[in-house]
């Protein structure tokens, strides 16, 4: 509400962006290869006109990205298969940032969605579910966003952040019917994860990850359209995403 | 019309995807490195579960992608600085596919766009402005695609596929009020062009464009609202992008 007031052009503002930039400061798991953007040309070319092209190379899993279900799955959903019908449409936030600023291994409960149900009524079906965790006011700063600035195998053990428990999202799966689940920490699995039991259970029932949102402070509990739209790698286990939302309008 | 009557789940099916995926086959300009992708992990893990990652290559410029007003014009936006407006919003489709697919060295005419004004009334402000030509047909050969399948500098005389001539793109600044533009060929210009004067005329104007669309065929003159959402490179000329549409449909 506070936000629409601002708007002087309606039309050119009512998108709100929930996605960081590639860059070189863009982050990755401690493992991954991160983005890197070779210039091909820029400048003035032999032909009297101004010419820019780059190159650029990615990890899959990094930045503001896709988890598709085949990442922890076999056989279900690559990047290129997941249907649109579950990456645009109505989503609700759950801000988890009060407890998840103050425990950099909190993992979200069941009852923070019980909590926020009791207020804003059952989530609906199909919905986009994105939490808050608050993590995003540290980006890019790796040692605060993931606990460590490590890179490499060892660095893995030291990684701290909030995620999603395992129970959560079995809770999910059974009582609830989500079209697809994001936040803004670097995994849907808590940093100090050993199994991975989230994204399993998560990819098991072909729900689509986002991971590294940004601006999910700027939305309403309810009463936002999402669209987002991954890169379409043929049978890419994940990728670089756009997220956009809008507040109070009617569905895309 | 035709299409809304094949649609048994109206949710799931009502958006069209325009976007081509990335493979091996993808096709980049002749001097452009295409995609890669490299498998980093795939298969069960020691841990006892599912694991699927890669990492990838791709220029800038090749399958459906982006050219970011930098791209042939100094100090204008870069992918990431383009408004959301330009990428959200009504698009008409203009079907040149008659003449274009008689002579891979159409360019599209003000003629074009009067004839389908005379039918369609005048192109809207602000709309996004979409050529179908045909050539979507012809992917991923890129002998019939773009004229050659050769690579390197030496193939760039080769290349024979329709585009917009620099008197069209003109005079849609000078006359109208277009958001963004894009077609179904691998570039703004036609194949032989030497001095990319389309590019650099919409470029100037900030006017962002679409390349190696597809499906164009499958949408209506007007009454379609498309969401076009580049991956989000910081400083970047341009990047792959996702393009979808839906018919008869309010704006998203």
């Known amino acids: 509400m506070g936000l629409m007031a601002l708007h002087i052009d309606a039309h050119a503002q009512q998108w709100i962006d929930l996605s960081h930039s590639f860059d070189n400061k863009t982050i990755y798991w401690p493992t991954a290869e991160g983005f890197e953007l070779d210039i091909v040309a820029q400048g003035q070319t032999k032909g009297g006109y101004y010419y820019s092209a780059n190159k650029f190379m990615s990890s899959e899993h990094g930045g503001t990205h896709l988890d598709a279900p085949i990442h922890f799955a076999e056989g279900k959903h690559t990047v290129d298969q997941i249907p649109l019908s579950r990456l645009i449409g109505a989503a609700s936030v759950i801000d988890v940032s009060a407890k998840a600023l103050q425990n950099p291994d909190y993992q979200i409960t069941i009852r923070d969605i019980k909590d926020w149900e009791t207020i804003h009524g059952k989530l609906a079906n199909n919905i986009i579910l994105l939490f808050n965790t608050g993590y995003a006011r540290y980006w890019p ?21 909030p995620g999603i428990s395992p129970e959560t999202a079995q809770w999910l799966i059974t009582h609830r019917k989500i079209a697809a689940i994001g936040l803004d920490t670097p995994s849907l699995d808590y940093g100090q994860t050993k199994r991975f039991l989230t994204h399993r259970l998560l990819a098991k029932e072909q729900i689509p990850g986002f991971e590294n949102v940004t601006n999910l402070d700027k939305l309403p509990p309810t009463g936002i359209q999402v669209i987002v739209l991954p890169m379409k790698i043929k049978g890419g286990s994940g990728g670089p995403l756009r997220i956009i939302a809008r507040i109070n309008a009617d569905m895309p």
Chains 1, 2 share one sequence.
């Open 141 to 161: 700063d790796r040692k605060k966003y993931m606990g460590t600035d490590k890179r490499g195998k060892e660095a893995v053990a030291l990684l701290h952040f």
